[in-house]
């Protein structure tokens, strides 16, 4: 199997708004090469948008667990557990990415959005 051509086919598919589609071929890919961070991020952004949550979480721990300066990991990480609606464990990682990248705006938002909800 040529990983990067199939790489390159699940970008397109995630592009194209089919993430259950760039999953299906991102899971051989990182099962082949499992430090591959960039295959691990695509694959967790398509779980993130397939609604595949649980899954999504298991693979932004695993980016931020081995790059904790992974600011778009942790992001992406708040951003599902929030809509696990674990708001209090969501706001850790969005304060990290916000202090990290403090000029995104999606990223002060989505802090703002989490801090209200707890209260903090």
């Given at each position: 199997?040529?990983?990067?051509?199939?790489?390159?086919?699940?970008?397109?598919?995630?592009?194209?708004?089919?993430?259950?589609?760039?999953?299906?071929?991102?899971?051989?890919?990182?099962?082949?090469?499992?430090?591959?961070?960039?295959?691990?991020?695509?694959?967790?952004?398509?779980?993130?948008?397939?609604?595949?949550?649980n899954r999504a979480e298991k693979h932004l721990r695993e980016?931020?667990?081995?790059?904790?300066?992974?600011?778009?990991?942790?992001?992406?990480?708040?951003?599902?557990?929030?809509?696990?609606?674990?708001?209090?464990?969501?706001?850790?990682?969005?304060?990290?990415?916000?202090?990290?990248?403090?000029?995104?705006?999606?990223?002060?938002?989505?802090?703002?959005?989490?801090?209200?909800?707890?209260?903090?």
């Open positions: 199997m040529d990983l990067l051509a199939e790489y390159r086919r699940a970008t397109l598919f995630f592009e194209a708004g089919d993430p259950t589609g760039a999953a299906r071929l991102l899971e051989p890919i990182l099962a082949a090469e499992p430090g591959n961070a960039a295959v691990r991020q695509l694959l967790a952004r398509a779980y993130y948008s397939s609604a595949q949550l980016l931020v667990d081995r790059d904790p300066s992974d600011h778009y990991a942790h992001h992406v990480l708040g951003r599902t557990l929030e809509r696990l609606n674990r708001h209090v464990d969501a706001l850790r990682h969005l304060r990290i990415a916000a202090a990290m990248h403090h000029s995104n705006d999606d990223y002060q938002a989505a802090l703002r959005r989490v801090a209200t909800r707890v209260g903090r």
